[in-house]
């Protein structure tokens, strides 16, 4: 019984085998055909709607102001100063340089 599944086995594999396979044709594309010329213009389209405008903001608190500071007291005027001896002191620039030939 086994040999005879085995032969079995062989005479299908041998059998398909020995089929005539269809050779498979491509068939070429049609050529794309050329563009004609543009035709007219269409309608213009509707506007859209105007989008929302949002919400200002909040201002912010102003917080408290402080208070103005108190003035403070003016200072004692100084005494006059003493009278010169009237000795005159006269203070001479340095001399200039000679010029370099």
Do not use: F, Y
Not at 15 to 42: E, R
């Amino acid at each position: 019984m086994n040999r005879s599944i085995l032969i079995a086995a062989l005479l299908a594999a041998l059998s398909l085998a020995a089929c005539d396979k269809p050779t498979v044709i491509n068939v070429p594309a049609a050529p794309a055909g050329v563009p004609g010329p543009a035709g007219p213009a269409g309608d213009p389209g509707v506007q859209g709607n105007r989008g929302n405008q949002g919400d200002p903001g909040v201002q912010g608190d102003t917080g408290n102001q402080g208070d103005t500071g108190v003035k403070g007291n003016t200072g004692n005027q100084g005494e006059a100063g003493k009278t010169g001896d009237s000795t005159t002191v006269i203070v001479m620039p340095p001399a200039e340089p000679a010029p370099a030939n």
